[in-house]
């Protein structure tokens, strides 16, 4: 008979079954559980049960396999045999167990872990009578049936409750006997017992059932509740923002109890190898005396600093700085890890990967290379490309926080500064984010561009919960009055890279009235307020921003580079992705300045202009809606005449910020009516500066109108129909080109026609710019180099792309058309049902943020081969926002592209990206690195 499938996975004793490599089984606490447990650290014996179990569970109408009770029951054995007591005991010191749920990736505060399990009536007078410690029994069992209920039997707050109903019962009987808030450490062992009585009345009243008291049934009750966790709202809102698919499942982790909650030389603590805010090598994290691990994180007493136990409890602080080493050796990177003391005795109850801010990584990457812990090339790996932006945010500006006012200050949880109007609720704050942001006279606030903009918003509590997420997704910062830097706020703050101060005790926060007080002043409900998450300061009002110091560096050359210590460390790490990297990254800009600022973040080159930009500015409307209103081919000439001098100084402008690098330049590619006024006084203006009649206008608005514009007169179809707006357009880039090569400065011109579907389409237009290019080297007497290629937008321009090769030089997707296209979805018009997509998991990632690779992906792939089956070696590359994603990026390593094209503040994230893709091929190529690796791991 074939073996039957192992479920469970056995930990303890300084031995494992499983390793830290196995994070898809075991899921990452239970994998590293397991390693902890290997290389001798002190870590309560347990079992893992596999996530396989968990698919199991999903696919079987919520049932297990046959063989997990016999293999359950068989782990439970092994911890009773290490740790010499017995599940269920009733006459000597019982056996308890945690049960604990662990997805592949950490989902901090995502599932719920269940302390004490197989305490019942009888156990716990064992528990009693083993500790002669009755306060510390009792404090077990009535935590044990209070998680119990809430978990597992569901006993939570009702829509029309305002609080916890155990946490109502505890309130009412506090104030009957004591008449006020004591802490629940002050509660005798009568008073637990009272407090049992009550819970288990409160559980069959609102459940009908008893409370089991058999703690196997408790235990399988417990392990289906985090199986059940797996798809509970907040954890499928969380999986949704990190992509994390659902079929990964959790892990269920059983381990022995250890008690943080004896007395005054035991407690719980959670710490970092180091600072995880900002980066500091330094023993970082906290604690609380007499406690169980759940009270560090959920902010209800504020803990201590973790360096207060070098005088609380030396010996266990000593070891723990021991393990603080051991860890970072081992796992060569921070950890994140939770401990509990049991006189005076240190455990180790988890550790991971630690969350950091990119300023923290950015850190700990150049620290460790120094520290020889690290390779450089591991230290560009361990640089979250998506986080990388967090460090060119605004911070506020100098003098003007020099003169605020303070009026509270907290633990500095995430770096980085936000202004927002405060709301005091996660639902109103995820509402007001909606908002359009009016200012004091009721004008729309725009941003440079001359967008509207949505209010700014800051959540600020007490203390967050993971009822919170969404409140915390849509605020710029978070601002708590209590809890401490592993707080829930300071964690989830961490991960998202949000602005957060916490534990901001001078705040009194009213959630009746919706006002908070502080330093004397009451602040309602959205007023603005500012916080710094790098010093831990909170202000009033509205506190102006200023550019990070790379973009004073780098952009507006105000400050010394070697003065920055961000600036140089963000230097040293661009360096070495440009030594690895195989991608480009170029960048779209329409302006010179935008170019200058890109090629300042080591962009190579622009991969698109987008010419129509260069149309609203100024007089040049007026001629370009001449243009489109003129009668005649002679007419329509005239108006392009005046256009010329302007797109030609444009480009004289890019190619002399360029010096030297290429320019990809694309042709007229909206539809003519986006030029045209639609509103009646704007016509009748237009007509009165024009000298023709308002009907004439009207009638041309009219015929221009479309029903699918995305679809309609557009992209390369203008210049085909109308070829002297093509042929204006190629004589003001080659007479550009002219003009700067005889300054003196190289330039490289790549024409790119937009919108092509058909060769024929585009022999039409090279033929024009090939005429224009010939005709302006005469006049001009210079030779030019320059390039005329295509973009690959719609579905028919990817599959004949080989047709296509023939004639174009180069390629460049345009991938948010081509999404558009491919997908028959308007990116514009998407709103409406994406939202309901993503929550069906129609739609994993939007797809105008990031390559739908299995759709879009496949077009991308066809072209590549087709356009190199006719040109071998052809360039190619993507313009459109996707090329500062960095999963897209690693998409178009893939795929073999020369290069991506970002807008400029993203051109670090594409490069930090586009090099660990390279170094990802590197460990698949070396046969000899991949062998260590896997060894590390072990
Ligand atoms: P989360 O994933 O929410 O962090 P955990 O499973 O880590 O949940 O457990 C929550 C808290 O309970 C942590 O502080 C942890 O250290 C503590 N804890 C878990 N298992 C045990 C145990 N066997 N003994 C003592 N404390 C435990
Ligand atoms: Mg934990
Ligand atoms: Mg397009």
Same mark, same amino acid.
């Given at each position: ?79 009773? +045999? ?6 269920? $005991?009733? +006459? ?94 002050? @509660? ?8 049992? /009585?009550?819970? #288990?009345?409160?559980?069959?009243? &609102?459940?009908?059932? %008893? ?62 190898? &180091? ?6 090598? %330094? ?12 009270? =560090? *994180? ?21 070891? /723990? ?5 051991? @860890? ?69 500006? =100098? ?34 984010? #909606? ?25 600020? &509590? ?94 507006? #050359? ?6 920055? $210590? ?18 480009? *990254? ?21 991969? /698109?202009? !987008? ?109 085909? =129909? ?8 190629? &004589? ?63 579905? !028919? ?11 174009? %030089? ?18 514009? $018009? ?80 594409? !490069? ?6 390279? /170094?990802? $091929? ?12 896997? +060894?590390?791991?072990?």
């Amino acid at each position: 008979m074939a073996k039957s499938a192992k479920y469970v996975y056995l930990f303890g004793n300084k031995k494992a079954d499983g390793h830290g490599g196995m994070k898809p089984l075991l899921g990452g606490k239970g994998a590293n559980l397991a390693e902890m447990s290997r290389i001798g650290l002190p870590v309560p014996p347990g079992f893992t049960i596999t996530t396989e179990v968990c698919t199991y569970y999903y696919e079987n109408k919520k049932t297990y396999p046959k063989v997990l009770d016999a293999q359950a029951r068989e782990g439970v054995a092994a911890i009773e +045999k290490i740790m010499g007591t017995k599940f269920g $005991d009733t +006459k000597a010191m019982p056996l308890l167990v945690s049960v604990r749920s662990g997805a592949r990736d950490s989902m901090p505060g995502m599932m719920d872990t269940i302390l004490n399990l197989g305490l019942n009536d009888k156990t716990v007078l064992a528990l009693v009578a083993a500790t002669k410690n009755e306060r510390f029994a009792w404090d077990c069992y009535r935590r044990f049936v209070q998680m119990y209920g809430d978990v597992v039997m569901g006993v939570q707050k009702g829509k029309n409750e305002d609080h916890e109903p155990f946490e109502v019962v505890i309130h009412g009987f506090k104030h009957e006997k004591y008449h006020s808030d004591i802490e629940d450490s002050k @509660l005798t062992a009568a008073d637990q017992q009272e407090l049992l /009585l009550r819970f #288990k009345a409160l559980i069959k009243e &609102r459940t009908g059932t %008893e409370f089991p008291q058999d703690p196997w049934k408790q235990l399988w009750g417990a392990a289906g509740a985090v199986f059940g966790s797996w798809m509970n709202d907040r954890a499928i809102v969380y999986r949704r923002k990190y992509g994390i698919p659902t079929e990964w499942g959790t892990a269920v982790s059983v381990q022995a109890m250890v008690y943080g909650n004896t007395g005054d030389n035991s407690g719980s603590g959670v710490a970092f190898t &180091r600072n995880p805010a900002n980066g500091t090598k %330094e023993f970082y994290g906290e604690f609380l005396i007499n406690a169980q691990g759940e009270d =560090v *994180v959920a902010g209800v007493r504020t803990p201590e600093p973790v360096a207060q136990l070098d005088k609380q409890m030396p010996a266990a602080y000593k070891e /723990l700085d021991n393990i603080r080493k051991t @860890l970072e050796t081992h796992f060569k990177d921070v950890q994140d890890f939770e401990f509990t003391i049991q006189d005076g005795k240190v455990f180790m109850l988890q550790t991971r990967n630690g969350k950091r801010t990119a300023m923290a990584a950015l850190k700990f990457s150049m620290d460790m290379v120094d520290e020889k812990l690290i390779d450089w090339k591991t230290a560009i790996k361990r640089n979250p490309a998506d986080q990388l932006e967090q460090l060119l945010a605004p911070i506020f500006d =100098v003098k003007a926080e020099k003169a605020a006012r303070v009026i509270a200050k907290g633990l500095p949880a995430g770096p980085g500064a936000a202004s927002g109007k405060f709301y005091l609720n996660a639902d109103r704050a995820d509402a007001a984010a #909606k908002e359009w942001w009016m200012d004091d006279k009721g004008q729309f606030v725009l941003n440079k561009h001359g967008d509207k903009l949505k209010q700014p918003v800051l959540l600020v &509590r007490n203390e967050t919960t993971p009822e919170d997420l969404r409140g915390m997704i849509a605020s710029e910062g978070i601002l708590t009055a209590k809890g401490g830097v592993s707080s829930h706020a300071a964690l989830v703050a961490r991960q998202m890279g949000k602005v957060c101060v916490c534990g901001a005790g001078a705040l009194q926060i009213d959630y009746a009235t919706k006002t908070l007080t502080a330093d004397g002043v009451t602040y309602k409900e959205g007023d603005f307020l500012s916080i710094n998450g790098t010093l831990g300061n909170v202000y009033a009002g509205q506190l102006p921003t200023a550019e990070s110091e790379i973009i004073q560096v780098l952009v507006q #050359k105000s400050l010394d580079g070697k003065k920055s $210590d961000t600036y140089t460390k963000f230097a040293t790490l661009m360096n070495w992705c440009s030594k690895v990297t195989k991608l480009q *990254v170029r960048t779209n800009a329409d302006t010179p300045e935008q170019a200058e600022e890109a090629v300042a973040f080591g962009a190579t080159g622009i991969g /698109l202009t !987008r010419t129509e930009h260069m149309f609203f500015e100024g007089n040049r409307i007026d001629a370009m809606r001449e243009m489109i209103l003129a009668d005649s081919v002679a007419d329509r000439k005239a108006a392009l005449a005046k256009l010329l001098p302007y797109q030609k100084g444009d480009f004289v402008g890019i190619f002399k910020a360029l010096k030297g690098l290429p320019a990809t330049i694309r042709f007229l590619d909206p539809p003519l009516h986006e030029f045209l006024p639609h509103e009646d006084a704007a016509q009748q203006d237009l007509a009165k500066k024009m000298g023709v009649p308002v009907e004439k206008i009207k009638q041309r608005v009219k015929e221009l109108h479309e029903f699918n514009p995305m679809l309609g007169f557009r992209g390369c179809r203008l210049g085909i =129909v109308h070829s002297e707006i093509s042929e204006m357009q190629a &004589r003001a880039v080659f007479e550009a080109a002219a003009e700067v090569q005889k300054a003196g400065i190289k330039v490289k011109p790549e024409v790119m026609i937009p919108l092509v579907g058909f060769k024929r389409e585009l022999d039409l237009q090279v033929a024009v710019v090939h005429a224009a290019a010939k005709a302006v080297m005469a006049e001009q007497k210079v030779k030019l180099n320059y390039m005329v290629g295509t973009m690959i937008e719609i579905p !028919r321009g990817a599959l004949t792309a080989d047709e296509i090769a023939q004639t174009a %030089e180069f390629f460049s997707f345009g991938t948010n058309d081509l999404t558009q296209t491919c997908l028959g979805m308007s990116r514009d $018009d998407s709103g409406s049902f994406l939202p309901s997509y993503a929550e069906l998991e129609i739609i994993k990632t939007n797809p105008f943020a990031s390559i739908d690779q299995s759709g879009v992906g496949q077009l991308m792939k066809i072209a590549v081969e087709k356009g190199n089956q006719s040109r071998p070696g052809m360039k190619m590359g993507i313009c459109g926002e996707h090329g500062g994603d960095p999963s897209s990026v690693r998409f178009c390593h893939k795929l073999g592209l020369n290069y991506v094209s970002c807008s400029p503040r993203r051109v670090p994230v594409a !490069r930090l990206a586009a090099a660990q893709a390279a /170094l990802e $091929d590197e460990v698949g190529a070396k046969p000899k690195g991949a062998k260590k690796a896997s +060894k590390a791991k072990r």
